[in-house]
């Protein structure tokens, strides 16, 4: 486990803000050049979960630069509020969604995802992305992330993923340990370079901590249902979605 990996678990909160800090400025770029595109087609995918249900009032958790917040409203007539923890982030993505003419339906504020400043069935859908990584307890996060869900409304997420032995993880490993530092570093400058060079074994980490399988358990005892997991870009990606029970 790297020194960064082995400080995101025990601070994960505010190492989160100092990673996100220095990014904003080129992140929406620079996220969709280093996946090759891949981000987008996962969001879309993750939203496709959301769009069925036609949510009057969705909250976004993990909102960044608010692109989740802006699909949302190009897809559904909805009214979005997303919450971040990093402030940079939030203010890049207030100027994003002014410039798009969305102020009067989505609203950005900073929040924690582990204490949630709303009331129990606020929301009609939830979406949530790239989030577990950067949480103390996800099985906890998620609890609270259900609680501001009506009952029948849809969760769905984005992280990433690692894909499977013998082919496609080498060649991942190889692309996230020696490749994405080095470009991040040439497109984006230190701050992207230490993304770089944090992602990968940070991801690993997590999934030798919570396998898939532990993930559609968190999410079921967390009190969703019909819960699925996709695998998307060999393993790269994984979306997932499920809805809240009446329970």
Known sequence: MTRAVARSRAEPNEFAQQLFTGLPRRYDVLEETLSFGQNHRWRTAMV??????RPALVLDVATGTAG???MLTDRTPARVVGVDLTEQMLRRGRQRVAS???TGRITLAAARAERLPFADATFDALTFTYLLRYVADPAATLVELA???R???VVASLEFGVPPPPVWRPAWRLYTRAVLPLAGLVAGGRAWARVGTF???SIEQ???DHPVEKHLAMWA???LEDVRARPMSLGGGLVMSGRRGDG
């Open 147 to 149: 609680r501001v869900v």
């Open 199 to 201: 992602l990968g074994p």
């Open 68 to 70: 989740v917040a802006i």
């Open 151 to 153: 009952p029948g409304g």
């Open 221 to 223: 005892a967390a009190g």
């Open 100 to 102: 798009r003419g969305r």
């Open 206 to 208: 997590h999934y030798r």
């Open 48 to 53: 496709d979960a959301v769009v069925a249900g």
